[in-house]
């Protein structure tokens, strides 16, 4: 297994990205290669200890950042260290590259350069939600703000075959993000899609209001990628508003801080719950090879936790997987 980061990728790199490729490289025993400006990550490889034959870097001489137009710079940037993650991914077999930089240029490149599995239309960015029940696969969180029926039919496939193989979820509920749990409920994408996802051989289970969707009562929640950016987004603003409130409220007073002391275990669990360190990153699902996009905020934990699925993805083969059952469908 060839597993890749991009040292220069998301608003702490290189230092986060070195320091978790290293944490990554000791507790999973994997040779973790680093592609980026070669001087500075030898730099911060100096402070660190690890075995010299888990860590390699790759130079790379541009940066592509969030401000450029995705493709162009896909295009033009060719020594940047994203595209050259991108290409080792495309030209050699059981490779994966994880990314915590632009969002749109690891999707264009995803495509351009990697290309799609034959018969997926679109690939979709797969986040996990916390929930009360522990967590629910989100898709499309952003790739795709535009969507027509069949790219939610296939959003729904890749996720339970994702859900099922790597995550443990046996036969996974599948349910569409809606403005209500009829089925005639919504707009012409989302009526539609209820009946090529009725007809769909998956755990549909129907509709879901976003209210509804923290609950846990479903395992992947299929949307088109505006609708799916702005629940993710919403849920991260709502867990960071509780926990400020709850932080101010317990200050306001001694008595407050006192009852703060007995809840700590309570609020320490909580927060480890939302922390999006914890779960690692999102899987470009539908992409001829393995791609993990880490959360742009990355620390050094996240890095490391991205690598920890970047492995299982591809000890799972998710890819070959949904190769398969794309071919079984059409059959």
Not at 56 to 61: G, L
Not at 311 to 328: A, D, F, G, L, W
């Amino acid at each position: 297994m060839n597993i890749y980061v991009d040292g220069m990728g998301g608003d702490h790199a290189p230092d986060a990205v070195v320091k978790g490729c290293v944490d990554a490289s000791k507790e999973f025993q994997k040779k973790i290669t680093i592609i980026g400006d070669e001087a500075k990550i030898h730099e911060l490889l100096k402070k660190e200890e690890y075995r010299k034959d888990l860590i390699e870097v790759i130079p790379s001489s541009e940066i592509i950042t969030n401000n450029e137009d995705p493709a162009l710079a896909i295009r033009r940037k060719k020594q940047s260290s994203l595209v050259i993650g991108l290409r080792r991914v495309k030209e050699e077999e059981d490779s994966v590259l994880v990314s915590a930089g632009s969002t749109g240029a690891l999707l264009a490149g995803g495509t351009l350069l990697v290309g799609r599995i034959k018969g997926i239309q679109r690939p979709a960015l797969t986040v996990m939600l916390p929930t009360k029940k522990g967590f629910a696969l989100l898709l499309d969180s952003g790739a795709n703000v535009d969507c027509k029926p069949v790219y939610l039919q296939q959003f729904a496939i890749m996720a339970s075959i994702y859900a099922e193989d790597l995550l443990g979820i046996k036969n996974p509920k599948v349910a569409l993000a809606n403005i209500g749990i009829e089925e005639k409920k919504g707009n012409e994408l989302t009526k539609e899609s209820y009946q090529l996802l009725k007809e769909t051989n998956i755990n549909f289970v129907g509709n879901v209001e976003a209210r509804d969707i923290l609950q846990g009562d479903v395992d992947i929640i299929v949307c088109d990628g505006f609708a799916g950016n702005m629940i993710l987004k919403a849920t991260e603003g709502v867990g960071q508003f509780l926990m400020d409130a709850l932080k101010e409220t317990i200050m306001s007073s001694t008595r407050a801080k006192i009852g703060g002391l007995l809840l700590k275990p309570a609020l320490k669990e909580f927060k480890k719950k939302m922390d999006y360190t914890e779960v690692g990153g999102a899987p470009l699902l539908g992409i001829k090879g393995g791609i993990i996009k880490a959360h742009g905020s990355s620390n050094a934990k996240a890095i490391t936790s991205a690598i920890k699925q970047a492995i299982k993805y591809q000890e799972e083969k998710i890819t070959m997987k949904i190769s398969n059952k794309v071919v079984e469908i059409k059959e």
